[in-house]
T-cell receptor, first 115, second 112 residues
Framework: DSGVTQTPKHLITATGQRVTLRCSPR?????VYWYQQSLDQGLQFLIQYYNGEERAKGNILERFSAQQFPDLHSELNLSSLELGDSALYFC??????????????FGNGTRLTVT | LAKTTQPISMDSYEGQEVNITCSHN???????ITWYQQFPSQGPRFIIQ???TKVTNEVASLFIPADRKSSTLSLPRVSLSDTAVYYC?????????????FGQGTELSVKP
């Protein structure tokens, strides 16, 4: 158990809809990362937050947004969903600090199916 | 950004030692090397991390030569449950965030 909790585990929705994925990082970790994994794209970095602030952004679509709350949990919002958004969405967390080398610890993901 | 190159797939048999090599020719001075294991439909799991020479933990060893342009993950006496995809990453998580690139990884298949 990595200590990172993601809910829900599975999500089935229709095109055009909006969903919210939730992530609770490991206790004490201030950084949260979101990744998307589809069969043809591998693990793609979406966005990182550190202590509530956006830290780095990857190839995240404008239809997607995220935030990290004061209690450090994070939510990834996906809107105007398309069939191609079907994928596994992983959250990871790591310890903080400019000299930090702590590895990422991943949750078990949310499997999103858009029909 | 340090790009990594790994074999796409490897086959082994139970009880054998498996060595997976990752090339990272443009590794930066401050970069660390980290290996992850991923089973189908699960999140990647941290295996081992190192900067130079040799690191060993309860599941694997990591060998890094002096020039640090490559690294080798060694899995002793693999079992069927070691069948997974193994990723080599180079960087520093906090400072580089999304610049930690997960490549294609190495798909290890362990046969009885």
């Amino acid at each position: 158990d990595s200590g990172v909790t993601q809910t829900p585990k599975h999500l089935i929705t229709a095109t055009g809809q909006r969903v919210t994925l939730r992530c609770s990082p490991r206790s004490g970790d201030l950084s949260v990362y979101w990744y998307q994994q589809s069969l043809d794209q591998g693990l793609q970095f979406l966005i990182q937050y550190y202590n509530g602030e956006e830290r780095a952004k990857g190839n995240i679509l404008e239809r997607f947004s995220a935030q990290q709350f004061p209690d450090l949990h994070s939510e990834l919002n996906l809107s105007s969903l398309e069939l191609g958004d079907s994928a596994l969405y992983f959250c990871a967390s790591s310890a903080s600090g400019d000299t930090d080398i702590s590895p990422l610890h991943f949750g078990n993901g949310t499997r999103l199916t858009v029909t | 950004l340090a790009k990594t190159t790994q074999p796409i797939s490897m086959d082994s048999y139970e009880g054998q030692e498996v060595n997976i090599t990752c090339s990272h020719n443009n590794i930066a001075t401050n970069d660390y090397i980290t290996w992850y294991q991923q089973f189908p439909s699960q999140g990647p799991r941290f295996i081992i991390q190192g900067y130079k020479t040799k690191v060993t933990n309860e599941v694997a060893s990591l060998f890094i030569p002096a020039d640090r342009k490559s690294s080798t993950l060694s899995l002793p006496r693999v079992s069927l449950s070691d069948t997974a995809v193994y990723y080599c990453l180079v960087g520093r998580p906090y400072n580089q965030g999304g610049k930690l690139i997960f490549g294609q990884g190495t798909e290890l298949s362990v046969k009885p």
